[in-house]
């Protein structure tokens, strides 16, 4: 009788799944990039006293927490052809990458945006007025005095956002993106639905292993970069 | 494909999309009815060191927020079933493993994903109550459990209560990968009206919306609870 539990399928499928990290990576390292700058605009928004802008960013910030990446996903995976394809431009041959990117970047600069702005208000007002009667320039003291502090109060949260990303990142398959999941979901495919139970675990372990990593990097870093830190002794 | 969006098909797919809330929002009480206990007693091991059980419950915090729900999901829906069938075989229970509703499938998701984060969550907010809150309690003559119940639990729900709100709106879009296991909610409903005619775009606003509408009402009645539990709230001198 077969057995319907069989550990070798865990040990066979990791290095078929392994090389389809590249994927999950690419995806995962271009939304951050764009996901940030757009993070950076809303911030900015949200920071600034623009009434309107300010509407904008905070609603922005509330629709897309309030909607499951999968939607997302299949929102701009259906709707941006559509909207092109009402001003006459065809992009049905367009990489499916393209449309993953696109949901990421967007869910990664909604919570971005928050991780900036809550950095930066956390630092001191007296600070950059500190640094200006030196005789710096705004600029100079955003960039020498409050950007190296607020990036420290941030990387935690960043760090918890980029692995919240790359979870959600799984769910690219669903439109079809041969990234780890949908390699994982190829094999299962051509073991004839069974033995899925193993693929899934093998994956949960990469996942697993890869977060954990993440996480322990970023433990580093932020021990980096906040050496410079004064902590503010009470007495 | 260029032809617009099919408003009639847009109205009728909204409230067939919103006739999935009920078991969106059931699975979403259940989860949490189950992780709320169970989070609170697994964070207090944390605190206390308990042997066994907080190495038990860091690992499983640890998996837990280190994979994806779906993967979760995948794994729950294709593991359970199996030790259901040899189960059923054992004790010759008559029942077809698949006749099994695939809600409660969900319900064993659902409710182990949330109870990890909710560890997280009641481990830093029962750190912020000092401990001499609970000497001060004994010390005035109460029990372990009236302690609890009536200091210490009153003051974490404060500061629990955001992260809460966001673990509740994360359940909540977590079910739409319900479809993963057939259940039919709300973002499976739309999309197997949609399938009839293709009308995929539209299928989804009206998801979007359902979520929109759903998840709003939900962290504006946290803010109310929250406004109501603010009195419990100790003040800073």
């Not at chain 2, 319900?107 to 830093?124: G, H, K, P, Q, Y």
């Amino acid at each position: 009788m077969e057995k319907y539990f069989d550990v070798t399928y865990i040990v066979e499928s990791l290095p078929m799944l392994l090389p389809f990290l590249k994927v999950t990576f690419l995806v995962a390292g271009l939304s951050v990039l764009f996901g940030t700058l757009l993070g950076f605009i809303l911030a900015a928004m949200k920071i600034g006293n623009s009434k309107i802008a300010k509407k904008i960013a905070y609603g922005y910030t509330t629709i897309l927490r309030c909607t499951p990446s999968i939607v997302l996903l299949f929102l701009t995976y259906y709707g941006i052809p559509a909207i092109a394809g009402n001003f006459g431009v065809n992009i049905n041959d367009v990489d499916k990458i393209v449309f993953v990117v696109i949901t990421f970047s967007l869910q990664f600069a909604a919570a971005m945006s928050e991780v900036i702005r809550t950095s930066y208000e956390s630092i001191d007002k007296g600070q950059f007025e500190a640094a200006v009667s030196v005789g710096l320039s705004p600029s100079q003291a955003y960039r020498r005095i409050i950007f190296p502090q607020a990036f420290v109060v941030a990387l935690p949260n960043f760090g918890n956002s980029l692995l919240e990303l790359m979870k959600e990142g799984a769910l690219a398959y669903t439109i079809g993106l041969i990234d780890i999941m949908g390699k994982a979901e190829l094999i299962i495919g051509a073991n004839y639905n069974t033995h899925a139970l193993e693929i899934y675990l093998a994956l949960a372990v990469i996942y697993w292993i890869l977060s954990i990593a993440i996480e322990q990097l970023f433990l580093k870093l932020e021990k980096v970069f906040s050496k410079g830190k004064q902590v503010i002794k009470t007495t | 494909m260029s032809e617009g969006l099919n408003y009639q098909f847009l109205v009728d797919t909204f409230f067939v999309a919103l006739s999935g809330v009920p078991i969106a929002l059931i699975i979403t009480i259940v989860s949490l009815l189950i992780a709320l206990p169970l989070g609170f007693l697994l964070a207090l091991t944390r605190i206390n060191r308990i042997p066994v059980l907080n190495r038990f419950a860091q690992i499983y915090v640890s998996f837990v927020r280190g994979t994806p729900v779906i993967i979760q999901i995948f794994i729950i829906y294709s593991s359970v079933p199996l030790l259901l069938a040899s189960i059923f075989e054992k004790y010759n229970i008559n029942m077809n493993v698949y006749d099994v509703n695939p809600i409660w499938y969900a319900f064993i998701v659902f409710s182990l994903n949330t109870t990890a984060i909710l560890i997280e969550v009641f481990r830093s907010a029962l750190s912020t109550v000092s401990k001499g809150q609970l000497e001060a309690a004994y010390s005035v003559g109460l029990t372990n459990v009236q302690a609890f119940r009536r200091i210490i639990i009153p003051q974490t729900l404060v500061v629990a209560l955001p992260n809460i709100c966001t673990a509740t709106v994360n359940l909540i879009k977590a079910t739409s990968l319900g479809y993963a296991m057939s259940l039919q909610e709300i973002t499976l409903r739309a999309k197997v009206a949609a399938n009839v005619g293709y009308n995929y775009v539209e299928a989804y606003i009206d998801i979007f919306l359902v979520y929109l509408i759903l998840c709003s009402l939900v962290e504006y009645l946290f803010k109310l609870y929250e406004k109501r539990l603010r009195r419990y709230k100790a003040v800073n001198v």
